[in-house]
């Protein structure tokens, strides 16, 4: 009982910031993203008789603590949805994302290792299915399932039995750049579960982002549907910013924002005032990802190199959904 999976990160042109359930990972709010062909997690995955405990390796490393704990809770609900609750795995995942650090790590991380562990157990489940089960090992991981251009439905029932991700457009539809740019590969100090649950508890903006969601989504589809760059930059960089506001007016206020965080929003805006289209978006982390089309790219990385305190650039294209190797 041997399978191994690949899966991509993920970016949230629409954040997903907030969860109506802590334990079933259900969220307060629609998000759409597109996922990456340049960051990705590959995971083994083996069901073996004579473990008794699950053993999980993350790029060579045997985890255990929190971070093994959040892994075999995940292979626990596998077990149970395949009627095997006695058998262990043995997990080798290698990530090829800055873990914690603002990109999505979790994102393929869970995708790859729901659909490794899901195939290795015997579990037939459709895609639907496997982004529902995904969604409870890391929210935005469920989007990570398909290529493309992605949304994360919320759903009304209790059970999250219609909160999962469904493909918008296919990653051919459309040749759109994402720059990735790293500021740091350090783990955050706040992680993102910890910073949603205290602005949604606290900071007396998020109500009116998350009222704001609705028209945003129905925007941006437009806008992807037509291949408006324009448009889908404007609403990325306006629902980023709005949410990132929402962490300001929490109690305590935290950001995930460093000083070259906002250099490169300036550089950004800069580009577009010297007629140079880009757009920014950041998630949980001080990281930034620019938003371009293919003939600025060569301007757009030169810039970005650039700027004091950027230690490397990746450029991705739209990425494919989990496949098997």
């Known amino acids: 009982m041997k399978a191994t999976a690949k899966a991509h990160t993920n970016i949230a042109l629409i954040k997903y910031w907030g969860k109506r359930d802590e334990s079933l990972i259900l969220p307060m709010n629609n998000s759409l993203s597109l996922t990456l062909d340049g960051f990705y997690t590959t995971t083994t995955a083996e069901f073996r008789e004579d473990l008794t405990a699950d053993r999980f390796h993350l790029n060579d490393r045997l985890v255990d603590g929190t971070e093994?704990?959040?892994?075999?809770?995940?292979?626990?609900?596998?077990?149970?949805?395949?009627?095997?609750?006695?058998?262990?795995?043995?997990?080798?995942s290698t990530n090829h994302v800055p873990t914690a650090a603002g990109f999505a790590s979790s994102a393929s991380g869970f995708a790859a290792l729901a659909a490794a562990a899901a195939k290795a157990i015997g579990l037939q489940v459709t895609d639907p299915e496997l982004s529902m089960l995904t969604r409870q090992g890391s929210g935005s991981a469920c989007r990570s399932i398909?290529?493309?251009?992605?949304?994360?439905?919320k759903g009304t029932k209790a059970d999250g039995s219609d909160s999962y991700a469904v493909p918008i457009a296919p990653k051919d539809h459309w040749d759109l750049r994402v720059a990735a740019v790293v500021l740091s590969s350090s783990e955050k100090k706040i992680l993102s579960r910890e910073?949603?649950?205290?602005?949604?508890?606290?900071?007396?903006?998020?109500?009116?982002w998350v009222d704001n969601i609705p028209d945003d989504l129905a925007?941006?589809?437009?806008?992807?549907?037509?291949?408006?760059?324009?448009?889908v930059g404007e609403i990325a960089e306006a629902n980023c910013l709005r949410m990132h506001a929402t962490t300001l007016a929490a109690s305590p206020p935290f950001s995930y924002w460093h000083s070259t965080t906002m250099a490169i929003m300036q550089a950004v805006?800069?580009?577009?005032?010297?007629?140079?289209?880009?757009?920014?978006?950041?998630?949980?982390?001080?990281?930034v990802k620019v938003l371009y089309l293919p003939e600025q790219e060569k301007i757009i990385r030169n810039?970005?190199?650039?700027?004091p305190g950027v230690h490397d650039v990746t450029v991705s294209r739209p990425g494919e959904g989990v496949s098997y190797i």
Request: no cysteine; charged share 25%.
């Open 219 to 231: 925007a941006i589809k437009q806008g992807i549907s037509q291949k408006d760059f324009e448009k």
């Open 68 to 92: 093994y704990q959040r892994v075999t809770a995940f292979l626990d609900r596998i077990r149970r949805a395949a009627g095997r609750p006695d058998v262990f795995a043995d997990i080798h």
């Open 303 to 307: 810039t970005l190199q650039e700027i």
């Open 146 to 153: 398909y290529g493309g251009f992605v949304e994360w439905e």
């Open 195 to 208: 910073g949603m649950k205290r602005t949604v508890e606290t900071s007396p903006f998020y109500p009116a």
């Open 269 to 287: 805006q800069d580009l577009r005032v010297s007629g140079v289209p880009a757009f920014f978006t950041i998630d949980a982390g001080p990281n």
